[in-house]
């Protein structure tokens, strides 16, 4: 089994942030993949369901992006699974808008989400890294992350959210290469 957490902010206030996109890719993925219902779990909202052969559940914490370790956490021991079993999607201001990279461990960059699991857990952990971009000064960082998407980027949104979906199949096989990859093509073609 793996669980795959995508991160954001509980609320209707936060729905489009651009902190959200977790969120976002978690809700795609189980659409796409016909997951189960929603429950209420782990202190968050959990959907199961397979992509493939492979057992996967989704998470997405209700405590607030500076708290999701001690959900991601509940979750993991629950299950009695280590760090190598979890994937977790999240904004990343060092990526260009829409761009996704997967990797493996690393630093949290200041992302408060990631704070936390590290905190709870450690940081060897697989992370699918979705490009916002960075709003050029320091001092406009917060505003933009906890901005909403413009109207002329849903599109683009849209499209790379659909391509996270699609290509997952390649995530739950291990194989980030070709998740990347693909990912990378499908959107060229957008």
């Known amino acids: 089994m793996q669980i795959w957490t995508g991160l954001g902010n509980p609320g209707p206030g936060y729905v489009m942030h651009r902190h959200n996109v977790g969120f976002m890719a978690a809700d795609v993925i189980a659409e796409m993949h016909n997951f189960g219902p929603v429950q209420k779990k782990f ?24 708290e999701s370790g001690r959900a991601v956490g509940e979750a993991l021991r629950f299950y009695k699974l280590g760090t ?19 990797k493996q461990g690393g630093g949290h960059a200041g992302h408060n989400g990631l704070r936390s699991i590290t905190q709870h857990l450690d ?26 998407y413009a109207k002329a980027e849903q599109p683009m949104l849209i499209d790379m959210l659909g391509g996270i979906g699609a290509e997952a199949n390649w995530l739950a096989q291990g194989n980030d290469p070709r998740f990347m990859s693909e990912l990378a093509l499908r959107l060229a073609d957008s």
Do not use: C, S
């Open 123 to 148: 940081a060897e952990f697989r992370r699918v890294r979705i490009g916002i971009g960075h709003p050029g000064h320091k001092d406009r960082v917060h505003g933009h992350v906890l901005g909403n």
């Open 43 to 66: 202190q968050g909202w959990v959907q199961e369901g397979r992509i493939g052969t492979e057992k996967i559940l989704l998470l997405k914490p209700a405590t607030y992006m500076n």
């Open 84 to 102: 190598d079993a979890l994937t977790v999607f999240h904004d990343e201001l060092d990526l260009a808008p829409f761009k996704v990279k997967v």
